[in-house]
Each structure stands twice: as structure tokens, then as C-alpha cells.
């Protein structure tokens, strides 16, 4: 087991340099379409998004395996919460992995009657209810991050009965106390991500990821510009956190 989650590993880097490069022909369609390029030029880009999936579709062989791995992992955390949204999330991952195999085997002819419309849905259902459980996990944390954050920063500042609002005052007595509040929670905020880049770089991914597939079930369409500039930025987060692996939010 362990060695295949090893070859796993190297399967899922090369996966999502192909990605990449699949979101990068994605957007480069929608902006050849709307620049006016020829129908052949659209179509070869196309037809070359289409060889990527198809080829990340065949890496992806076996995930479902490493994701069971992961739920298997994740059952043991002591926070019930992250134990709740990580163990759901990677079953619901395995759930996707196998429906995207079960694709690829329709669109290479192994299951020659297979509805791929309906399997295509599915396994995009399963992909949104992931991403929406990894987003409340990154809420959770960032939650978690700031209510120990906030008692810090007021120890810092003894002097003033309200620090979030003290320096807000001081430079402008006229602002309302409600504006000065959000300002300085804000503030609290951007500190904590600009504190914790693993968490920022993956409440960023998770953000970018979910529009593909409310795109694709039709419940948030967003056209396949927004989703190609989306796949893209989310892929190079990705790449990023598999080059500097420190940069990967653990457990």
C-alpha cells in the first residue's frame, strides 16, 4: 500500500501539470473565440483540452484508493470538526475518482453504452460537495486562528479598553464605532492569512476550484473563460504546494 501511494504521489504531480496546461487551453479557447480566431485554430485548441482530460482522466486511475487512504487517516484527528469535514470530504473524493474512472472507461469504449452525460453529473456532484467541505475546514481553522489571534493583540495593547478600535479613533475620531470595528476586524484578518500562507494558498485553491463544478452542473454558470482563469490559478497553487510541500495545509 505504501508504494503505490508513493507512485500515487508522482502520478498526481504529473496530473496536475496537465491540468494546468488543460484550464491554460480552456481560456486560451474562450479567448481566441471571442478574439475573432479561426474556427480550425478554435477547434485544434479544443480538441487538444480534450487529450488533456482524457489523459488526466487515465493518471487519475486508482485515486480513489489514496483518497480512501486519506478518509481512513482523517478519522483518527482528535478536532471533531476537522475529523467530520476531512473524513466526508476525502470519501466524497474517492466517490469522484471512481465516477471519473468509470468515464474514462466509457470514453475509451470499455463500457460502450455508458450514459456519460449522467456519470459526467455525477461525479461533479460528488467534486462540489468536497470543495464545500474543504472550505468550511479552512473557515473553521481561519476561525479557530483568529480567536487566538484576537486575545493576543489585545495583550499587546494594555493601554487602550478597546485596541481594535483605539487606533481607528485616534486618526479619525469621527469615524462610527461600527466602521472602525469592521476595519480592524478586517485588519485581524489579512494578518492571520498573511501569518499562515498553507492555509491562504489553500482557502484560495478551494475558491477558484469551486466554480467548475457549479459551472458544469448548472447551478452557477460562469462560462468557460471564468473557469479556464479559475482551473488555471487553482492548478499553480497546486503545483506550488507539491514544489514547497510546507506550503501544503496539514493534517
Known amino acids: ?3 503505490w501511494v508513493r507512485f500515487n ?3 498526481q504531480a504529473k496530473e496536475r501539470v496537465i491540468r494546468a496546461a488543460q484550464y491554460a487551453c480552456t481560456l486560451l479557447g474562450y479567448t481566441l473565440q471571442k478574439g475573432g480566431a479561426t474556427a480550425e485554430l478554435h477547434k485544434t485548441v479544443s480538441q487538444l ?3 488533456m482530460s482524457m489523459t488526466r482522466k487515465m493518471l487519475r486511475l486508482g485515486n480513489s484508493v489514496e483518497a480512501l487512504e486519506a478518509a481512513k487517516r482523517a478519522i483518527h484527528l482528535s478536532d471533531s470538526v476537522l475529523r467530520l469535514c476531512l473524513t466526508i470530504s476525502h470519501l466524497n473524493r474517492a466517490m469522484y475518482f471512481v465516477c471519473d474512472n468509470v468515464l474514462w472507461a466509457g470514453k475509451t469504449g470499455l ?6 452525460h449522467k456519470w459526467s453529473q ?8 468536497a470543495l464545500i467541505l474543504n472550505l468550511t475546514r479552512d473557515v473553521y481553522e481561519l476561525r479557530l486562528l483568529i480567536e487566538c489571534e484576537g486575545p493576543y493583540r489585545a495583550s499587546k495593547a494594555p493601554h487602550s ?6 487606533a481607528d479613533h485616534l486618526s479619525s475620531p469621527s469615524t462610527p464605532a461600527t466602521s472602525a470595528w469592521i476595519r480592524g476586524q478586517l485588519h485581524l484578518l489579512v494578518t492571520v492569512l498573511y ?3 498553507p492555509l491562504l494558498l489553500d482557502l484560495v485553491k ?3 476550484d469551486i466554480f467548475i463544478p457549479l459551472d458544469r452542473l448548472g447551478i452557477y454558470p460562469t462560462g468557460p473563460g471564468f473557469v479556464g482563469a479559475c482551473g488555471l490559478a487553482s492548478s499553480v497553487l497546486s503545483i506550488l504546494t507539491m514544489v514547497h510541500p510546507w506550503l501544503k495545509l496539514k493534517p
Open 122 to 129: 455525477r461525479s461533479f456532484r460528488y467534486y462540489l460537495f
Open 9 to 11: 504521489a508522482q502520478s
Open 195 to 197: 501569518s499562515n500562507p
Open 1 to 3: 500500500m505504501d508504494s
Open 111 to 116: 463500457i460502450p453504452k455508458l450514459d456519460q
Open 161 to 166: 479598553p478597546n485596541p481594535t478600535l483605539s
Open 206 to 208: 478551494n475558491s477558484c
Open 49 to 51: 483540452e480534450a487529450h
